[in-house]
């Protein structure tokens, strides 16, 4: 199983790429797994919202191959609980078989309407905002504690 965390922009605060490099070493004993970054578009006083969006979703959009299954991390996403995050991790694992399935945390402004359209699921990890760089330490021990529930290990006291 191949899996690839797509991200804009990188992580500012060393606690948090701390968290990133120790969920990412456990996730590597289930899969082959990396981040793979993209530099952030900063908006300027010459850019929109939306010109903005475009610019990170194309930067986006060439990162992703054809073949893959792309899933957006999206507050409009369907939300799981850890377990059923878990069944949708072994779902994807059985169904795209030689594909990379890649999950996407936009940048500040969110997704352009191209990404959206790219998109093959949008899960949610909370109702909550939370920052792009705080998400991808929780979708990383999510992700860590997915692999555990399949796996029938401890680290999931349910």
Known sequence: MK???LVVGKTK???????EQYFLKKINR???FHIDVIKDNKRSAKLSFVETKRNEGEDILKKIAQKDF???MDDKGKSFTSETFAGKIQ???EQ???KTTVFVVGGAYGFSDAV???ANAKISLSTMTFSHQ???VIFLEQLYRAFTIINGEPYHHA
Request: proline share 0%.
């Open 134 to 136: 705080i998400i991808r």
């Open 30 to 32: 289930y899969c082959d």
């Open 3 to 5: 899996l690839k965390l």
């Open 116 to 118: 959206y359209s790219r």
């Open 91 to 93: 779902a994807l694992k």
């Open 13 to 19: 605060f060393s606690f948090l790429e701390e968290g």
């Open 70 to 72: 792309v899933v957006l």
């Open 96 to 98: 795209n078989s030689g």
